[in-house]
């Protein structure tokens, strides 16, 4: 339950008092700039005569609280301590050394009056006073404001435009996300922000038995030293060795499994299932229902890779992916659907892989769905999908209801920060419940770090060189110091696409495929603001089932669909860092009509493809027909959210482009939407942008029928060490086009099915040669 009676494992709890010691490593001059940037992005603004945008629209899109709680909001600055020394921690923290470098080295020009007078322009530095030119920090806000628009639109200066976006993203992260030492946070009165469940505890918390589904196999070694992790290893049973010259702990099992998500619990099952000692390594922690807070820096921090802050190395995309135990199942949004039948038929024809075409892969699929509990209807639908469906309707659009690994009567809308109702069926909570029960071991906080791979005496008949025997990890806990080696027959792979390429890379695997082919379903967002007085539309933003409701943008007769539009789930700090930013107070005020202000996302295909290089190095641009298809989908959002009602409508562009839809004619709206998707360019020195976001990634190792097409086989194995496997959503061979977790968890089935066939083949051809 936590310390003090919370809800909630530590972890995963806020609480914001002020650091004793911070360790950024930023100068004094670099913070004076900083905190000036901070107190422009999030300026303290006048309370009185200052419009209220949820009165003005005819409904207040806030909370309660009064005048006094609005005031408070209003005068609130986000260069206010603690808020620009959090900021500059969690930089140091979570930024890659050439994008804090960047960030440090602006921050110095900044803190000079040379380097401000180059970066801002004489006409805001220079000064009649002594001594004429001005630094950032003493520059009125008015003139800040001015530099921020401009380095954000900058199209012949890229770093600056960089720059603009890192500390724009990190300051309203941190100033939306920051919680006091009760894990509230003081703008959420204003704002009406109050996700359910956020305060009270659930009914059936009280009838929880304390055991979890997992602590008959779990091994968390956050809570192990050196000298008690060989024996709670062997507790679980397992064989256990150390060799003290090598500081090595070595644990004999059949299956070695790197990763606990959509890939890995199935594979971890299917095996354990088969009479297979497994063990799975986890570099995330152990969570439960019990455990989720809805908190949303502290969930983010624990429950995603790099705490959600992943992107491409240009920055024009943001990469959500879990990393806890379940992975991506225990945080993304309850979407299930199947593999569309025209996209098995074209990796079983196209790409050569005829086991998408089959009769056992259609059973998986059932399996999955069975083993998930998947429920086809929804009892009652949030804001949001409520308007998908309304917006549609009214223009006579397709909508289909999306199945769930939930009850129908499931209403969560904080699953992403895991689902605190216990409803959503994970990996954590079926496949790897089922592992576990069937003897799997799972090593929590537990970094995979290289594979063990030896020479293959003479490759085998795939012309394998190599045999891999393990896998070599190391925990994150720094009370453990020993290399943690687990020595297997088979050794899986299922840590994602972001990062399967990266330990195969870095085990010394060149397959020409492994990193390559990497596709995201690229999102882009448009929003709709809601009075409260939009007759038959009730409810928050953040409230409801995350995605119940689908529609398809058309292509032509015949084609598969342009886009996909679906509904996200975005927390109050997430929307801050995804709103575009023209303006201290154009912000501030979006902010207050966060909980009325629904999105939509359209999703793509993607057929161009970006290159995983290292850990969290990811190279990524669209290619021109997925951005017209993204275009297409854009314009067919805004114009549902049009239809079922909003006020205002508009795009997350970075120059804030919107239209108002009350009174507004046909043609006015037309208009509008023939600019959404198009960017000034580089003549005009300035560019609008937005930032794409993606949940799913797929096909970075991905099947091929020989090792020119791929990265492993199609029986999930590499193609140059035997008894390496991936299962994982790398080994996809392009893009699904749908919400893929049902795919992957399939795809592993049925890899794993085979890997079991093959050990139990190789034990049959051992015993006879005893004989």
Not at 226 to 252: F, Q, W, Y
Not at 314 to 320: N, P, Q, W
Not at 569 to 581: I, V
Not at 749 to 770: M, P, V
Request: aromatic share 6%; hydrophobic share 35%.
């Amino acid at each position: 339950m936590g310390a003090g009676g919370k809800r909630g494992h530590p972890l995963l709890r806020g609480g914001g008092a002020r650091r004793e010691r911070y360790t950024h490593g930023f100068s004094a001059s670099q913070m004076d700039a900083l905190t000036a940037l901070c107190g422009a992005l999030v300026p303290s603004l006048p309370p009185t005569g200052s419009r209220n945008p949820q009165e003005e629209d005819g409904g207040r899109g806030g909370g309660g609280g009064g005048n006094k709680v609005m005031e408070e909001f209003l005068l609130a600055s986000a260069a206010d301590p603690p808020v620009p020394d959090e900021v500059a921690e969690l930089m140091a923290r979570r930024c890659l050394p050439e994008a804090l470098a960047l960030v440090r080295a602006v921050l110095w020009l900044l803190g000079t009056r040379l380097g401000s007078l180059a970066l801002c322009g004489a006409s805001r530095c220079l000064s009649w006073r002594f001594p004429f030119v001005r630094r950032f920090a003493e520059l009125p806000l008015e003139h800040r404001e001015a530099a921020l628009r401009r380095w954000s639109r900058q199209a012949l200066l890229p770093p600056l435009r960089m720059f603009f976006l890192i500390t724009k993203v990190f300051c309203l992260y941190v100033f939306y996300s920051w919680t006091d030492e009760n894990s509230e946070n003081p703008h959420c009165r204003a704002i009406g922000y109050s996700p359910p469940l956020a305060d009270e505890e659930p009914a059936a918390e009280a009838e929880r038995p304390e055991k979890r589904p997992l602590d008959d196999g779990v091994v968390e070694t956050i809570n192990e030293t050196d000298a008690s992790m060989p024996a709670t290893l062997a507790e679980k049973g397992l064989t256990v060795t150390e060799d003290a010259a090598r500081n090595v702990c070595r644990v004999e099992c059949d299956v070695a499994i790197v990763g606990s998500g959509c890939g890995g619990g199935v594979a971890a099952a299917v095996l354990a299932g088969a009479g297979y000692k497994v063990v799975v390594i986890e570099k995330g922690n152990y969570f439960t229902a019990r455990d989720y807070t809805a908190v949303e820096a502290p969930s983010m921090d624990q429950l995603y890779e790099a705490g959600g802050f992943v992107s491409t190395i240009s920055g024009s995309a943001l990469l959500l992916a879990g990393s806890t135990v379940g992975g991506g199942t225990a945080v993304n949004w309850s979407a299930c659907i199947k593999t569309p039948d025209d996209v098995r038929g074209e990796w079983a024809r196209d790409q050569g892989l005829p086991l998408f075409a089959t009769d056992e892969y259609a059973a998986a699929m059932d399996k999955v769905f069975d083993r998930l509990g998947v429920t086809h209807g929804c009892t009652e639908e949030g804001l949001q999908n409520k308007v998908l469906r309304k917006g549609c309707e009214k223009l006579g659009y397709k909508v289909e209801s999306v199945s769930r690994n939930s009850s129908e009567g499931h209403y969560c809308g904080s699953c992403g920060f895991g689902c605190r109702t216990g409803d959503k069926r994970g990996t954590d909570t079926t496949w790897l419940v089922d592992a576990v029960s069937r003897g799997a071991v799972i090593l929590t906080g537990c970094k995979a770090e290289k594979l063990l791979l030896e020479r293959s005496g003479g490759g085998d008949a795939g012309g394998r060189a190599k045999r891999c025997v393990g896998v070599a990890a190391r925990s994150t806990n720094p009370a453990i110091t020993r290399t943690l080696e687990v020595r297997a027959r088979a050794t899986i792979s299922a840590c994602g696409s972001l990062l399967t390429p990266v330990l195969l890379r870095g085990s010394g695997l060149s397959n020409r495929h492994i990193g390559k082919n990497l596709h995201l379903h690229p999102t882009a967002l448009v929003w709709g603001y809601f009075p409260d007085t939009t007759p038959g539309l009730r409810g928050k933003m953040y409230e409801g089932g995350i995605i119940t409701s689908l529609h398809k943008v058309e292509g032509r007769p015949g084609a598969p669909a342009r886009a996909i539009l679906e509904t996200p789930a975005m927390g109050l700090a997430a929307a801050g860092t995804q709103f575009p930013w023209v303006s201290g107070r154009d912000m501030k005020e979006r902010m207050l009509r966060y909980g009325r202000t629904v999105h939509l996302f359209s999703m793509v295909r993607d057929r161009g493809s970006g290159t995983v290089h290292g850990e969290r190095r990811i190279a990524y641009h669209l290619d021109a027909t997925d951005r017209e298809n993204m275009r297409a989908g854009l314009r067919r959002a805004l114009r549902v959210l049009a239809a079922a009602g909003a006020a205002e409508i508009g795009t997350h562009r970075s120059d804030g482009q919107r239209f108002v839809c009350r009174g507004a004619t046909e043609a006015a709206l037309e208009e509008f939407l023939d600019g959404v998707g198009v960017v000034r360019g580089p003549q005009s020195k300035a560019e609008a942008w937005s930032l794409c976001c993606t949940a799913h990634q797929m096909g970075s190792c991905r099947m091929g029928a020989t090792a020119a097409d791929g990265a492993v086989d199609a029986r999930g194995e590499s193609w140059e060490a035997r008894r390496l496997y991936v299962c994982d959503g790398s080994v996809l061979p392009s893009a699904v086009g749908v919400n893929p977790m049902v795919t992957i968890q399939s795809v592993a089935y049925c890899l794993a099915t085979g890997i079991a066939e093959s050990l139990r083949r190789d034990h049959d051809q051992a015993s006879e040669k005893s004989y």
